[in-house]
């Protein structure tokens, strides 16, 4: 009786392995599904193709990649829906993390003029200079008001002993409708004009 309690259960224990494996592929998937297409920002001032410029002509600044907060950790679009409640945009995707994105918007918009010799923070071989680093507070949708809003915290170290300098930078834009094919634009124009904000900012500096 013995043994052919415990042949019963070396047979069982396969199965109910294999049945378990099914009811567990039902609610994991293990890819996902691209959207039909990527979505990005675009810098609306940028320095002239073919423009030259040296390090020795202008100060340099670099432009740090900013810290997000967790919702902006991915390449999702968000839709604050309330004060406590986050989404995303169903099919929406950037190419970039929206931190990446940003960071390589503001520094085109601050070297557009050539008033800065603009690098990023993996350039070690050229003097650095003054820093321009901070949070990217928002790169997302307001379901309540129905804008994009795009919110940076700039923090500008100038160096020599200069204390650090701090100011909130925000725009909002409308958004026709919070689907896939309407988002990226008026995120964009938040941007440019978030990146155009902070780049008078620096140049007054």
Do not use: H
Request: with cysteine.
């Amino acid at each position: 009786m013995m043994m052919l309690r415990s042949r019963l259960s070396a047979l069982a224990a396969p199965a109910a392995m294999g049945a378990a494996a099914l009811m567990l592929s039902g609610c994991v998937k293990f890819g996902t599904k691209p959207p039909p297409q990527l979505l990005t920002v675009t810098a609306a001032k940028q320095p002239d193709a073919g423009a030259s410029l040296t390090s020795e002509n202008v100060p340099s600044l670099t432009v740090m990649m900013p810290e997000v907060p967790r919702k902006l950790a991915n390449v999702r679009v968000p839709v604050q829906v309330n004060a406590t409640t986050v989404a995303y945009v169903k099919d929406a995707q950037w190419t970039e993390a929206p931190r990446a994105l940003f960071r390589e918007l503001l520094a085109q918009t601050i070297a557009a003029d050539g008033q800065f010799f603009v690098l990023a923070e993996t350039q070690y071989s050229v003097k650095p200079g003054q820093k321009l680093s901070g949070e990217l507070v928002d790169f997302s949708i307001d379901a309540q008001t129905e804008e994009a809003v795009v919110t940076y915290d700039a923090i500008l170290i100038i160096g020599d002993g200069a204390p650090a300098r701090k100011q909130r930078f925000t725009a909002r834009m409308p958004v026709r409708s919070i689907k896939a094919k309407y988002v990226a634009q008026p995120i964009n124009e938040a941007a440019n004009d978030v990146a155009a904000q902070v780049a008078e900012w620096v140049k007054g500096e």
